[in-house]
């Protein structure tokens, strides 16, 4: 433990800047102390801003969800729905690859469904809520349990078993 806490502590000081002189130390602590790491953090925000949809979101397509969920499952879901469409798709209703569409449903999930073309925008988030009304049933009762089993099927899957995207979104 000591010789990391070691490593660590020379890594900082040989990625700090010196402050000048001429430089105020209100003005050095404004720039981040010479660290390297306010940038990693920046990024790993932006990531994770990248990967989670945010709640709010305008266009066709989130529209379409939010009316579907409303009317379904309840507008309750609407924010897990459009995370779990962005995780799957990136919004978009026919991203191509080999899975059904806006949701990426696979192929025995779309028989489960009734799913006929996995690219059609409407069919796909009728279907989805179907499969959304699936999982409250099963017992989800959080965005993580349904975001759980959106990926694997039973709303109790541990969060280790889950693949990384739904785990960095908070699903």
Known sequence: MRFITAIFILFALATARPATAF????????????????????????RAARVGAPTQLSGAIPDMIATAAAQTVGSRWTPTLFRIAKIESGMRCAPGGNGGGLFQFTHGTRRLLGLGNPNSCSANISAAMRYASRCIAMGARSGAQLGACWNSGNPFTARRHLERAYRVAGL
């Open 23 to 46: 430089e105020s130390s209100e003005d050095f602590a404004r720039s981040g102390m010479g660290i390297r790491a306010v940038e990693l953090v920046a990024a790993a925000h932006s």
